[in-house]
């Protein structure tokens, strides 16, 4: 049943800490919390890719003395892709942090509770 | 007003010659007053909705996160060795790695899939930055116009041990980060990283010695046309590479001498380019959430 678990511990810390994001973003009503939830799952991610590139006993993808034997260096498309996972990640914070600036200009709070009642009333008032 | 609209009945039906119906409209009658403990009822019905509401959502969100979990550990507990050569390490990652630096000049295999392999990926990296900090700059920008003034954050220009650990430090963190951007092809780093460093040094700069001697170094203008600069001369290199490539012609670029600092063909530049823009982008972003404009 749990065939690999125990060597593949850094795998599974790195999606605890996933999960952890997502319980973040499910539990909590702010909306500061709920992007740190999010940074979070992001970091288990790339946790996860750069543990799945690892080999032992080879060396980081840097060419070093012109030898170019592939059985001497770790995988190099995690890393890679780690990469463009950063740049998306920071790009949807800056916006969703963007907008969270312009949701509490309007409601003075940043529960998403009180945001949908004060946001009801209004249509209603209307 | 019942007299009123039987008047207008029967003249119209007088002008269009039949016979409108001519029944008695009937008083409107005002409502009746709810009765209050009715309202009241209400209220307390939709606490308790809410109430339920939540209690649903809990549950439901206990059982989600427990269920992800463990299907991602039992995945976890399925997938090969950690550490141990695996069977998806042979076709790509192979190429990649034995041919990579004769093809493409570069000594840091990752920069050479970023920027040569798949350097389309990378342009599309640098537009979400560039579509991030354009959406930032329309949520967050005041002008004189709008006339609101942000809530002032806590004024930390010309504290002592900043401005003077600034002194010492902000020439230091910009070595680095024109070392890591030029060194993208023969050691770790590169573009994004360079371009974070130097942001970084931007924004110690702004927030230490104030806004006005940033200012000076990045004004708008600077900002607009690095950005769009930097970008255009992405978009037409790769656009150039990838025609002649395509079509199996000759690039006029050389490899040079894997190692060389002046190697690798376009990669260089295109690091430097991807840089300015990264270092543009963290500045604006921090100015935009600090003070709304430049």
């Known amino acids: ?126 | 007003m019942k007299t009123m609209k039987n008047d207008i009945k029967s003249k119209l039906s007088a002008w269009l010659n039949f016979d409108l119906d001519l029944d008695e409209v009937p008083e409107r009658t005002p409502p009746k007053p709810k009765a209050p403990h009715r309202s009241k009822l209400l209220i307390l019905r939709r606490i308790q909705n809410e109430r339920v509401h939540r209690a649903v959502y809990a549950l439901l969100a206990v059982f989600c996160s427990i269920t992800l979990a463990a299907c991602l550990l039992l995945t976890v507990s399925g997938m090969p060795r950690y550490g141990e050569d695996a069977e998806f390490m042979d076709t790509v990652t192979y190429e990649y790695l034995a041919h990579g630096m004769e093809y493409t000049g570069v000594v840091n295999i990752v920069s050479g899939i970023i920027l040569e392999y798949r350097a389309f990926d990378t342009l599309g990296e640098s537009f979400v930055l560039f579509c991030a900090v354009s959406c930032v700059l329309l949520l967050l920008r005041r002008d004189g116009a709008s006339g609101k003034e942000p809530p002032a954050m806590r004024d930390i220009t010309g504290d002592p041990i900043l401005s003077s650990s600034a002194r010492i430090l902000v020439p230091l963190i910009f070595v680095f980060g024109i070392y890591v951007l030029l060194n993208g092809h023969l050691s770790p780093g590169g573009g994004f990283s360079g371009g974070a460093v130097l942001g970084a040094g931007l924004i110690i700069i702004s927030s230490a010695f104030g806004e006005d001697v940033s200012g000076r170094i990045i004004t708008e203008r600077v900002f607009k046309t690095v950005t769009t600069a930097a970008l255009l001369f992405y978009c037409v290199g790769k656009s150039y590479t990838f025609f002649t490539g395509a079509n199996g012609l000759p690039t006029g670029i050389g490899n040079g001498t894997p190692g060389d600092i002046l190697s690798a063909g376009l990669i260089l530049p295109l690091n430097i380019a991807v840089g300015m823009v990264v270092a543009c982008t963290v500045y604006g972003m921090y100015r935009m959430f600090g003070k709304g404009r430049f």
């Open chain 1, 1 to 126: 049943m749990l065939g690999n678990f125990i060597h593949n511990y850094e795998e599974a810390v790195a999606l605890l800490l996933f999960s952890i994001g997502f319980v973040t973003l499910l539990f909590h009503r702010n909306m500061i919390r709920k992007l740190i939830g999010m940074n979070i799952m992001d970091s288990g991610i790339y946790l996860f890719l750069a543990s799945l590139g690892y080999i032992y006993d080879r060396r980081a993808p840097i060419v070093e003395d012109g030898i170019t034997d592939p059985s001497k260096y770790v995988n190099p498309v995690p890393a890679s892709l780690v990469l463009t996972g950063i740049v998306v990640s920071v790009s949807v914070t800056a916006v969703m942090l963007a907008l969270a600036v312009r949701l509490y200009e309007r409601y003075h709070t940043l529960n998403l509770d009180e945001i949908y009642e004060l946001s009801r009333r209004r249509t209603e008032h209307r």
